[in-house]
């Protein structure tokens, strides 16, 4: 396991900008987030500017890159379209992992199921591999209903956020039967009741969450996903957590 940091820790920066900061606080691995944020890499403009979109998710050499969170706001046919050329991007710059939010709650779960296989198909295509986000206000709030996909969707893993789970209807359940499906993690310090707090006020337990994970065997990425607060200093909080989870490694 290693540790790496997303680009939506620091949202006012742009490519390559947010890779020299995140390379500035001795990260060695970058998750790149594509939101439609008017650059290229935004889902939306992928396809009709590939090589634009490329030569700029290669700009990031300084880091590895170790996935793709993937926002995409289009719906029915166009959203595979703009998942496609995703993958496209993936296999050119040789990223793997591709994070996509599951269904808002109330999708029937059949409809979930077919949704998914296609685009782990589409995935499975281009060589990459989709890796279904574990959120509050989805389908993937509650483990039993992830392993239940997982199980029936072949080749979907979990991106997994414990603090989803801390904070949700299911945080008194336990996550060891949806370990062995664990793709990608997102982590950052939280309570019960606050998604959200500064390293080290929070209650994540982070050592028992890698040595849940190494038991399955996940040697991959464990990527600080946390969103500025006003109050306090986003670079110190992100260094703080860096090193949190270096000492745990």
Request: charged residues 25%; hydrophobic residues 35%; proline residues 4%.
């Amino acid at each position: 396991m290693y540790v790496a940091v997303s680009t939506d820790c620091l949202p006012d920066l742009q490519m390559p900008e947010v890779v020299d900061a995140c390379a500035d606080l001795e990260f060695t691995t970058v998750e790149i987030a594509l939101r439609e944020n008017g650059s290229v890499l935004s889902p939306s403009r992928i396809d009709a500017e590939f090589d634009k979109a490329v030569h700029l998710a290669r700009r990031s050499h300084r880091l590895e890159v170790c996935s793709y969170d993937v926002h995409i706001d289009a719906k029915g046919d166009e959203y595979f379209q703009h998942f496609e050329a995703v993958c496209r991007l993936g296999k050119a710059t040789k990223v793997v992992t591709l994070t996509v939010p599951s269904g808002e709650l109330g999708v029937p779960f059949n409809e979930e199921v077919e949704r998914l296989q296609r685009l782990v198909d589409v995935a499975e295509g281009e060589g990459v591999r989709v890796s279904m986000k574990t959120q509050i206000g989805r389908l993937s709030e509650d483990p039993d209903t992830v392993k239940v996909l997982c199980d029936n969707v072949k080749g979907l893993g979990i991106t997994l956020d414990p603090s989803h789970f801390h904070c949700g209807p299911s945080s008194t359940k336990n996550l060891d039967k949806i370990m062995e499906y664990v793709f990608h993690v997102h982590l950052r310090d939280s309570k019960k009741n606050q998604l959200q707090v500064r390293v080290g006020q929070g209650e994540i337990e982070y050592g028992k969450i890698v040595s849940q994970l190494s038991k399955v065997g996940y040697s991959h990425a464990l990527s600080i996903q946390m969103a500025p607060m006003p109050e306090f200093d986003q670079r110190s909080e992100l260094r703080k957590l860096r090193l949190l989870l270096e000492t745990l490694l």
